[in-house]
């Protein structure tokens, strides 16, 4: 690589600058964030990432399905675009790096491309992936993309199709558009994501960089639990068909299972719901989510049928009806080991350690995999913590992820 674009390093007080201006909107107060997708904070942040690229003198765009790019003309004008990025939904009350760092890492990179007049092979884009959370449908934005998203998952989001139809309008987008924001994959040569670790390895290992060499595949699901309304002082407790408990069975029941049978991976009732929802009224529904997840493909089917086995067994045993609505779900993953190499390379290149890991969180990059050769580098989260106001990473941590992104894009897949 010449000398120019190797001596290329991000700007710190900038990128820090940004990321205290982004923190701020949607501030939980407690150092965290709640920016679901579309939401009102989130389409704050979206116009502020907009403005900021703007004002940058980057071309600006907004795709059918609401991703945000902001590009630069680095390489020859037919040239394909290397996506940087990640995205700035939150998880409810989440926490203020996780997607946010990636995003403006990507905006910082393009600036200092630009400023350096550096040229470089591929064109570059900064791109902000809609609901990655999947406050509505994980992964919404970069499926979309991908081609992978379909009339009938738009049909069935996990927040109720009002209120995601809802959300949408809010946003100026349409099942339609989402659906016509599938991009030709010859036009993209390559997609790499900066993220917090969002657990404790990278700390254990003593390691600047995580390069990312596989992503877990993960499914989600509503199960609702059918009983009967009753009195819940006057009839026995052997007459009671208690949705409640069908519920509550089966997390007890479903951690079990994995712990015992599928110790790599991992499942989790995020929430759950009782109707009519009274202190003196037995359940007569209860709604819960299921997300379970597994580093490899054959796991995930596997541990699929045993839940569904055992969900139907809570509801024989009780005399419980029950429903299983799938929500969405994605297949696991291995990065493009040119992607990973490039990432390991530019961490060489500014002496700092890095090791390769697995990841047990959901990204973009596995979407985008499907389509073009896709990399991932994780900085440490202190704690390990993540999904709430505890998620916190060290500014230099920050600083090497940002400088390893910017370098590995510089210097190309
Ligand atoms: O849930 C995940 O793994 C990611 O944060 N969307
Ligand atoms: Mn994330
Ligand atoms: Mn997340």
């Not at 597994?294 to 699929?304: E, F, K, N, W």
């Not at 920050?398 to 190309?412: H, K, R, S, W």
Request: hydrophobic share 45%.
């Amino acid at each position: 690589m010449d000398e120019r674009r190797a001596a290329l390093r991000i700007d710190a007080h900038r990128l820090r600058n940004r990321f205290d201006a982004l923190a701020e909107i949607g501030a939980t107060g407690d150092g965290g964030v709640h920016r679901p997708a579309l939401g009102t904070d989130h389409l704050r942040a979206r116009e502020w990432f907009l403005a900021e690229a703007g004002a940058i003198g980057l071309d600006t765009r907004v795709d059918g399905a609401g991703n945000q790019s902001a590009t630069l003309a680095c390489g020859p004008a037919d040239a394909p675009a290397l996506l940087l990025g990640s995205h700035l939904d939150s998880v409810r009350h989440g926490g203020r790096f996780d997607g946010a760092l990636g995003v403006l890492a990507a905006l910082e990179a393009l600036q200092v491309v630009k400023d350096a007049g550096v040229q470089l092979d591929t064109n570059l884009e900064a791109i902000d992936f809609t609901d990655e959370e999947g406050t509505h449908l994980g992964f919404l934005g970069s499926l979309a993309v991908s081609g992978a998203m379909t009339a009938d998952e738009l049909r069935r989001p996990g927040s109720g199709l009002e209120a995601f139809q809802a959300a949408l309008a809010d946003a100026g987008l349409t099942e339609a558009s989402i659906l016509g924001a599938t991009r030709d994959p010859s036009m993209i040569a390559g997609y790499l994501e900066l993220h917090i670790e969002q657990g404790s390895r990278l700390n254990v290992m003593t390691s600047d960089i995580g390069v990312v060499t596989a992503i877990v595949g993960l499914r989600r699901q509503n199960v609702t639990y059918v009983g009967r309304a009753d009195h819940a002082g006057t009839i026995s407790m052997t007459d009671r068909l208690d949705a409640g408990q069908g519920a509550a069975g089966l997390m007890l029941a479903a951690r079990e299972l994995v712990m015992t049978d599928f110790p790599d991976s991992v499942v989790n009732t995020g929430v759950i719901a009782f109707e009519p929802g009274a202190m003196n009224v037995v359940p007569e529904r209860a709604r819960l989510t299921l997300e379970f997840r597994a580093p490899v493909a054959d796991d995930l089917a596997r541990l699929g049928v045993a839940l569904e086995e055992m969900v139907r067994a809570e509801a024989r045993t009780r005399n419980l009806g029950v429903e299983i609505d799938e929500v969405d779900g994605i297949q696991p993953v291995q990065l493009d080991p040119r992607a990973q190499h490039a990432l390991a390379s530019a961490a060489d290149r500014l002496g700092l350690s890095h090791v390769a890991m697995p990841s047990g969180a959901g990204h973009d990059a596995q979407v985008m995999a499907r389509i073009c050769p896709a990399g991932m580098i994780f900085v440490p989260s202190a704690g390990g913590f993540s999904h709430s106001a505890r998620e916190f990473t060290e500014w230099d941590d920050c600083v090497n992820g940002a400088n390893v992104l910017l370098q590995a894009a510089v210097g190309g897949l």
